[in-house]
């Protein structure tokens, strides 16, 4: 099996966690590792300020309660996305609203926000869907117009930028994971990057169980959003890799454009002239003239031994969402039909030529053979 994505972990990764775990950096926030990844990861966004912590769900948690958004509150998100967006808006208390999508680079549309502020819209979480930036130009030009918080969702951005700016630079705050099948990797983890200084305190105090003085009293409700010291030492050799593997996974996609372009009803992901993106997975959405379903396509590539994924389900359509008091399904007709259509190929960033060639061989090949089929009935 041609699985959707494998983590490449050399061996320097391995001798920079045995040597974290030899100078005892394993839990709390002893050590050199944590304080250095923080610092190195940050200025690669352009932000002064890392709090590393256990992943993004909790990047994302620890940064909801940061801006002090409670119950009461409501926050925009984009409906396309993991359902860890949601979430950090609902374990804190507030209710997330759905922002549908646009057809071209699948992120939330930017023409639909200001139809959906509310007194009691607080902030918004754009997420880069995909390795695609959102155009944080316009964005930030209508979320200070409404004094809206932003706390970007770069989980799948790293080193994708808008205008040469990095994502991740914009917002208030932003949310990063290191998981498995991110651009880099530290097993689990996540960071929030951030320019304000008083939010980084804040960050570094709650992911730490509010720890204040004296010890073990406590003012506030914290949380234990920790990463560990060899972790960090693992993030360090992955992050010095970092623009190597960005150019990788451009190379993986520009292969699969060369050998998918031209199929009808295959809509291939976009890059618009203003950004970088970084292609964290290879999505593509299957159109009717494409001739047999996204359902179908996906079944005949696992004959053939590759793997893939679908798109989201989209916040509107979420059980846990819908079952919330307060919550508001706001359609999200793009959202919902690329939930349908949409799936992404496999896209480590060693695949070779050759199988990349294969992979896109039977896409071409399924949907040839339909339309030859229908052709003599
Ligand atoms: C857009 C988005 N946000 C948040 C997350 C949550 O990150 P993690 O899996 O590290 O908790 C993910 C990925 O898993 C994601 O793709």
Redesign the pocket.
Known sequence: MIEVFEPIIGEEEIEAVVAALRRGEISGSFGESIPAFEQEFANYVGCEYGVAVS???TA?HVAVAAAGIGAGDEVLISSS??I??ALAVIHNGAVPVPVDSENVTWNLDLDLIEGLITEKTKAIIP?HLYGHPVDMDRFMEIARKHNLIVIE?C??SHGATCRGRMTGSFGDMACF???ANKVITTG?G?MVTTNNKELAERLRLLRNLAFTKPRFRHEEAGFNFRMTGYQAAMGLVQFRKIEHIIAEKRRVAQTYNHFLKDIDGLQLPHEADWARNVYWMYAVVVHPEFGITRDELVDQLRADGIDTRTFFCPMNQQPCLLERTGFRAVPCPVADKLWENGLYLPSTYTLSEPVIKQIADVVRQVATNRKEAVSQL
């Open positions: 992943n993004g769900s994302l996305t993991n860890a967006t997420v969702d989980a799948e994971s290191f998981y689990e996540g």
